[in-house]
């Protein structure tokens, strides 16, 4: 029930899908995004009484050899003990490469909900 669902409005105004006028949300894929992104941009240690949530994304940002397969074991875990509406849908993590307008390769996780793709990076701004 969507009108149950509500959280705070998380977009960035780099977003291309940033509301300036929304500060809730009450749709429940919009929740489930924000859960994914809240869970997988924190810290180990950074949630007091949570010592396991979050990953340690910083740790890969200059490695050069990443074990993606590892890595994205480790975010579907944290996806699937922390965000509560994985409970209700599917919401699945791949790894992804994409280039940057420098020809370097990027790593990102292709995040799906449901079947619904939206590749997120998280290791490059």
Known sequence: MAGDIRDFYMRSE???RFRPDQVEVYDE???CINQV??????????????????????????EYDIDTLTLVEEAQSQVTSFVTESKRRRVSIEPGEATDDKGRKIFIFKISIDGRRSPFAILYD
Not at 37 to 57: D, S, Y
């Open 14 to 16: 780099s977003d291309p």
């Open 37 to 62: 992104r809240m869970t997988l941009l924190t810290r180990k240690g950074e949630v007091l009484g949570e010592p396991l949530f979050g990953l340690q994304v910083e740790q890969y940002l200059f």
């Open 29 to 31: 894929v919009e929740s």
